[in-house]
């Protein structure tokens, strides 16, 4: 079942979707997507890494990472929040720098929904593109699979710390 985007109508030719059940609860998930420390654990599907992380959580606040390849190359990505409700939707995008500034080159804007379920959280997350190439390139990247993945290794992070 997709749960209506905080975004507006899914358009199956610009957007794309991955919900996922997982046994953490919606609070560490926050925590885990709201601290530097936590989201550089995860981020990223290894053997990449996240070399760099800045995030001030506030509409119009900073969201920036810097992603590392396993060959030491390394990719920044900048942007900021656009509507964030503790607990239950983080709304950024990298079509506006900190501040609302506009972005030379826009990706995607994205938004994570947090739905606290029996056992754990309902994980939503969707990307938005401008245009057919931009969702084609961003899941020809392995949108469904790395996002899959990371999701993975933030349960894992977030696991590991309860301990």
Known sequence: MTYPSPLGPIDQA???VLEREISVPVELVWHAWTTPESLKHWFCP???SVSACEIDVRPGGIFSTTMRSPEGEEFPNVGCYLDVVPNERLVFTDALLPGFRPALKPFFTAALILQPTATGTRYTA???H???QGRKTHEDMGFHDGW???VDQMVAHI???MN
């Open 14 to 16: 610009l957007d794309l």
């Open 46 to 48: 290894a053997p990449w």
């Open 126 to 128: 969707y990307a938005i």
């Open 130 to 132: 401008a245009d057919e």
């Open 148 to 150: 899959g993945t990371v």
């Open 159 to 161: 696991q590991a710390t």
